[in-house]
Each structure stands twice: as C-alpha cells, then as structure tokens.
C-alpha cells in the first residue's frame, strides 16, 4: 500500500466529510502546484527580460555614446551661430 491511498482510506472511512476533507487536501495541492509553476515561470521571463535590458542598455552605450560628442558640438556652433546673428540685427 502507497501512502495515498493510506491516506484516501484514512479519510473515507469518516465518509462523506472525509470525502470532502480529502477533495480539499487535493485541491490545496493542485493550486500550490500551479502557484509553484507560475512563480518559476515569472522568474524565468524576469531572468530572460532582465538580460534583454542588458543587451539594449550595452548597445545604448555602444551606438548613442559616440555620436552624443558630435551632436553637442553641433548644437553649440548652432547657439553661436545664432548669437552672432541676433548681435547683427541690433
């Protein structure tokens, strides 16, 4: 004899309340194992996203980096550009 059956006939002695009581017992593990899957799950796709991130955040760094210099020089040959200009028409 296994114990789940030890234990199905352990309960269904007491009848229907034991009936019951071990419908319960099933369905506490049921849900406790279907929380245990959603929670690996969710860690698995946080692993995965978190690792995503990574990867966009070097490509950030790699691509965005070595054109932010230029863009700013341009940017304050603009403002001159543009301050000679008001200093003309006064």
Same mark, same amino acid.
């Given at each position: 004899?296994? !114990?789940?059956? @030890?234990? =199905? =006939?352990?309960?269904?002695?007491?009848?229907?309340? =034991? $009936?019951?009581?071990? !419908? $319960?017992?099933?369905?506490?593990?049921?849900?406790? %194992?279907?929380?245990?899957?959603?929670?690996?799950?969710?860690?698995?796709?946080?692993?995965?996203?978190?690792?995503?991130?990574?990867?966009? %955040?070097?490509?950030?760094?790699?691509?965005?980096?070595?054109?932010?210099?230029? $863009?700013?020089?341009?940017?304050?040959?603009?403002?001159? $550009?543009? @301050?000679?200009?008001?200093?003309?028409?006064?």
């Amino acid at each position: 004899m296994t !114990l789940s059956t @030890d234990l =199905g =006939g352990t309960f269904l002695q007491y009848g229907a309340l =034991g $009936a019951i009581a071990l !419908l $319960a017992l099933f369905a506490v593990r049921v849900l406790y %194992n279907r929380a245990d899957e959603d929670r690996a799950y969710h860690r698995q796709r946080a692993d995965r996203l978190e690792d995503e991130l990574r990867a966009l %955040n070097a490509a950030m760094r790699e691509q965005y980096i070595k054109v932010i210099g230029p $863009a700013t020089e341009a940017i304050a040959d603009a403002l001159k $550009a543009l @301050d000679a200009a008001r200093r003309e028409t006064r």
